[in-house]
T-cell receptor
């Protein structure tokens, strides 16, 4: 079945450094790739998404890149701040007429002040 | 605040019991999704409803069922509970068309503990 792999599972960076989280997906027909941030005790919150007709999207300090040929996409956070510390999930939505969203296992990001 | 509400926030019950989790979607959203998040399984899609009708099914156990009512709120019923059902249960909603590329907005979740 469809699968999304996410790496690394834990990432620790110094404040001000960049953080990169990578995901690969198995279903080549997937066409929508959201990223969610989950803080302790809260539900996942959408931070950025990208659709399959676009290779890159940026929103202030956050950017996502998509390589459809290689079936992978990445989240880039620049100038990290302590409040960026959270669990980040990537996800892929297969374009199979259904509406399932397959989530990666999550990356716990620690930003050290 | 995503605009999606879930009740209750916490639920403690015993094995073999039945519970009902409730979700109200964002104003105007017709689609509701249910997810289970446990420590060892991550976020697992359970089921989606669109305007009262079941639209997609994921890894939902037969002991679990859901429905969406005419006012668009949804309930997830969990029966014959087992210890392994202890998890966070999230509801999400998305916009009018229920399309595959629509953004999903998550509620704060219900934490279920089965003892």
């Amino acid at each position: 079945g469809e699968n999304v792999e996410q790496h690394p599972s834990t990432l620790s960076v110094q404040e001000g450094d960049s953080a990169v989280i990578k995901c690969t997906y198995s279903d080549s027909a997937s066409n929508y790739f959201p990223w969610y941030k989950q803080e302790l005790g809260k539900g996942p919150q959408l931070i950025i998404d990208i659709r399959s007709n676009v290779g890159e999207k940026k929103d202030q300090r956050i950017a996502v890149t998509l390589n459809k040929t290689a079936k992978h996409f990445s989240l880039h956070i620049t100038e990290t701040q302590p409040e960026d510390s959270a669990v980040y999930f990537c996800a892929a939505r297969p374009n199979d007429g259904g509406f399932k969203t397959i989530f990666g296992a999550g990356t716990r990001l620690f930003v050290k002040a | 605040d995503s605009g999606v509400t879930q009740t209750p926030k916490h639920l403690i019950t015993a094995t073999g019991q039945r519970v009902t989790l409730r979700c109200s979607p964002r104003s105007g959203d017709l689609s509701v999704y249910w997810y289970q998040q446990s420590l060892d399984q991550g976020l697992q899609f359970l089921i989606q409803y669109y305007n009262g009708e079941e639209r997609a099914k994921g890894n939902i156990l037969e002991r679990f069922s859901a429905q969406q009512f005419p006012d668009l709120h949804s309930e997830l019923n969990l029966s014959s509970l087992e210890l392994g059902d202890s998890a966070l249960y999230f509801c999400a909603s998305s916009g009018a068309a229920g399309g595959a590329q629509e953004t999903q907005y998550f509620g704060p979740g219900t934490r279920l503990l089965v003892l």
